[in-house]
């Protein structure tokens, strides 16, 4: 039996397809509290998170076989759990139209305050007042310490565009955050 700490998750899921199924719930045990702190910040509601964590982990272990094994792992299954979030935030019409009427300025760097983890509760209240277009790549990039590029392959958007709404989405929390 292989030590599962020391392996990559893609070696994880060579051997998911090869030989040991049960090598999954390492996987699960992996990722389960990232990704229903992920699903949270979309959905506000710790409860439908961790529903969409378990739909997302089911689909996932169904379509393993299809996982690119060059990709992250990582990357695919956030991927999975944005797409779960997306449908029922569409299905439950929750979310929140962009107000045409916000005025972004530019120049304003949140970076140094958002980085201090005194401030992630204050930052998660505050995203929770935010639209998912701009909370969801700003929570994966500070939150869930994922690359811009990480932020591309799960958004399916381009890495500029990822920049742009991390930029707009910073002082849109600065704004939030002050009234609160």
């Not at 381009?158 to 910073?170: D, E, F, H, L, M």
Request: proline share 2%; charged share 30%.
């Amino acid at each position: 039996m292989p030590n599962f700490s020391k392996l990559t998750d893609e070696e994880i899921v060579k051997i998911v397809r090869s030989s040991d199924q049960e090598a999954y719930a390492f996987l699960i045990k992996r990722y389960e509290k990232k990704l229903t702190r992920y699903a949270s910040y979309l959905v506000n509601d710790e409860n439908l998170a961790a529903d969409i964590v378990q739909e997302s982990f089911i689909k996932a272990y169904i379509n393993l076989n299809s996982f690119n094994l060059k990709k992250k792992f990582s990357s695919w299954v956030y991927r999975i759990v944005h797409n779960q979030a997306m449908t029922l935030i569409n299905k439950n019409k929750q979310h929140q139209p962009i107000d045409d009427a916000f005025e972004v300025e530019s120049g304003v760097s949140l970076e140094d305050d958002l980085l201090k983890k005194e401030l992630a509760k204050r930052i998660h209240d505050c995203l929770k007042q935010m639209s998912v277009l701009y909370k969801e790549p700003l929570s994966l990039f500070y939150l869930e310490e994922k690359t811009y590029e990480e932020i591309s392959d799960i958004l399916r958007i381009p890495t500029g565009t990822v920049g742009t709404r991390i930029n707009r989405a910073k002082v849109m929390v600065k704004k939030i955050c002050q009234k609160i």
